[in-house]
């Protein structure tokens, strides 16, 4: 306020004829004279009368470099840096005239890259015809206004820096204008390409032409403005890891552009990077299903399906070890990829399954490539190495604290609905509802309720003692009784409100398909989240292997991996137990009705 008001106390002080007692040369803390501070209010008049009194005023720079010439421009006030600029012509001879215009504070920045910075369009343009030649200058970071101005999003700032033929458009790290355009508005890459077309051929530090960053971000408006303007050879540049802008879409996921790319230059789909992959690896390894689905489509794409890295690694290799599952599914589903082929290592995808992501991905992965036909590599049976499932161990550990917590919860809460049974006590100590066949019900299922949990507690506990392979049994025992048990402490809870209403109260319905529906719909989610394929998958698994090849893989998996026999079969026992108590649900509702 102090820095705001200063200039315009000085004014009065000029037009009340009161020179003598004003100091033009007063300075801020931070060194600032009045003509910078009446420059960065836009202060006409008083810039005219301070620069009538010292000239010497315009060329002074405060603690930061500045020069009233650049708190103009950075403020965006047109006149002023007319005003400036007139004065500095008709007052100072050619040498000073040139620092002043062209003069740079501590960063290096002119006030062309101040104006450009804050997105000043008119400033810009006036400095750029004031001073063509800062257009082509660069700042401490290697900066040009023209790139400044592209970073503002100014569109007027763009053009103003453009009308001058010799600007720079360098940027940090060997970026040009059009590198940050690409990423900011389609007008500037427009405006940029029919300026200068070699910037889109241009490269950055890392190799990357202004057409990779448009892949990575996938605006196809974008990427059809750079073709146009290149020829086809431009799409087969490769950055410093070999990654073309195909490669770089295909990463990212962008179809839409993997399919452009491709059309303008159907060569670029062979082109490898520095690990010899092409874009439909890198594709899987990330899990870009629509990417991969276009090209199971493409006729032309079909020589690439089952290509090579420099390990020897397929795409569904990669989709293996990286554990993308829908990828997996959609190459083999194809029809079109080969499940059988060996990297360099000797591997094939079967073997590299272990090496994904985690137990419930290998399950699924494992199960995918069996119900395909895939071969595990030709290995001496007494050399297989088990699967050690060190992860799956630390998951038992884990979840057998908190089981056990739980376990015990339902096991408190079951024996103290012994206490409370529905309908109460008679006079003489009998439940009332005696003899009553969902009172017995009631009673059963508590019953079970509260023995399952007590196992199920026990068992969690001696896994947690144990702490070895050992214990697995009983952590799949417990965790059957505790689910066994929360079905039943939930069916026992439901009879205990059916037997206690009249048959005829219409409201019974109500509990009935509450209860139903949440049970349903808390299967279907822990089977989605569970269920390591399709049911026919799994029934293959389980009972099928007729073909002389699916019993050996069979014999196979059992012997590397015994555990994923026993999670699909607990799974199918989950389900089954699930779907009773469901049955049990629905015929409890409507047994009175």
């Known amino acids: 306020e102090k820095a705001v008001a200063l200039p315009l106390q000085i004014f009065t002080c000029f037009t009340a004829n009161q020179h003598a007692a004003c100091n033009i040369h007063e300075v801020t803390a931070e060194r600032s004279t009045l003509l910078h501070v009446a420059a960065a209010q836009g202060h006409c008049d008083l810039i005219a009368e301070l620069c009538r009194r010292d000239s010497n005023l315009l060329s002074a720079a405060n603690s930061t470099g500045d020069t009233p010439l650049h708190c103009v421009a950075r403020a965006g006030h047109t006149g002023a840096i007319l005003a400036i600029a007139r004065f500095a012509r008709d007052s100072v001879e050619e040498d000073r005239l040139r620092e002043i215009l062209r003069g740079k504070n501590s960063a290096g920045d002119t006030a062309l890259h101040l104006a450009a910075r804050h997105g000043h369009g008119e400033a810009a343009s006036e400095l750029v015809a004031i001073a063509p030649a800062m257009a082509s200058e660069l700042n401490g970071s290697g900066m040009s206004p023209l790139y400044l101005a592209v970073m503002s999003r100014s569109v007027a700032a763009v053009r103003a820096v453009l009308s001058c033929g010799d600007a720079s458009a360098a940027g940090p790290d060997s970026q040009n204008a059009l590198h940050a355009a690409v990423l900011q508005n389609p007008e500037m890459v427009s405006l940029l390409l029919q300026w200068r077309e070699e910037l889109a051929t241009q490269l950055d530090s890392s190799q990357s032409t202004p057409l990779h960053y448009a892949s990575s971000d996938g605006d196809c408006s974008v990427i059809q403005e750079i073709l146009k303007h290149t020829p086809p050879s431009a799409t087969q540049l490769q950055d410093s890891d070999g990654l073309s802008a195909l490669h770089v879409a295909a990463l990212m996921g962008h179809t839409t552009a993997v399919r452009l790319l491709l059309k303008f230059s159907p060569a670029s789909a062979d082109i490898r990077d520095n690990h010899g992959r092409t874009f439909l690896h890198v594709a899987a390894m990330r899990g870009h299903v629509s990417v991969i689905s276009y090209a199971i489509k493409n006729r032309m794409l079909m020589h690439i399906l089952n290509e090579q890295d420099n390990e020897g690694n397929t795409p569904l290799h990669l989709a293996v070890i990286a554990g993308e599952y829908k990828v997996i599914s959609k190459l083999l589903y194809s029809g079109k990829v080969q499940n059988h082929i ?169 509990p009935t398909r509450v209860m139903y529906h949440g049970l349903y719909i808390l299967m279907m989610m822990l089977t989605k989240a569970t269920m390591p394929g399709s049911v026919k998958g799994i029934l293959m698994f389980l009972i099928g292997g007729r073909l002389e090849q699916e019993r050996r893989a069979k014999r196979r998996i059992r012997r590397q991996y015994p555990l994923i026999v026993v999670y699909i079969f607990n799974i199918i026992v989950f389900a089954v137990v699930t779907i009773m108590a469901l049955t049990a649900i629905d015929v409890i509702g409507n047994l009175r009705y």
């Open 342 to 510: 060996m990297n360099y290592a000797g591997h094939t995808p079967y073997d590299l399954a272990e090496k994904s992501t985690g137990f419930y991905t290998m399950v699924r992965i494992i199960l995918k490539l069996y119900v395909s036909g895939a071969q595990f590599r030709p290995q001496r049976q007494d050399h297989i190495v088990k699967w050690n499932g060190q992860d799956i161990i630390k998951w038992q550990a884990t979840t057998s604290k908190y089981l056990a917590i739980v376990s015990t919860l339902v096991a408190t809460i079951a024996f103290s609905a012994t206490f409370n049974m529905p309908g109460s006590y008679g006079s003489d100590g009998k439940a009332n509802l005696n003899g009553d066949r969902l009172y017995h019900a009631f009673v059963v299922l508590d019953t079970v309720a509260v023995t399952t949990s007590v196992v199920a507690t026990i068992l969690l506990l001696y896994g947690r003692i144990a702490q070895s392979h050992r214990s697995w049994p009983s952590f799949i025992i417990a965790m059957h009784s505790l689910w066994l048990s929360l079905i039943c402490m939930l069916l026992a809870f439901f009879i205990s409100i059916i037997a206690v209403m009249d048959k005829n109260n219409s409201i019974r319905i109500a």
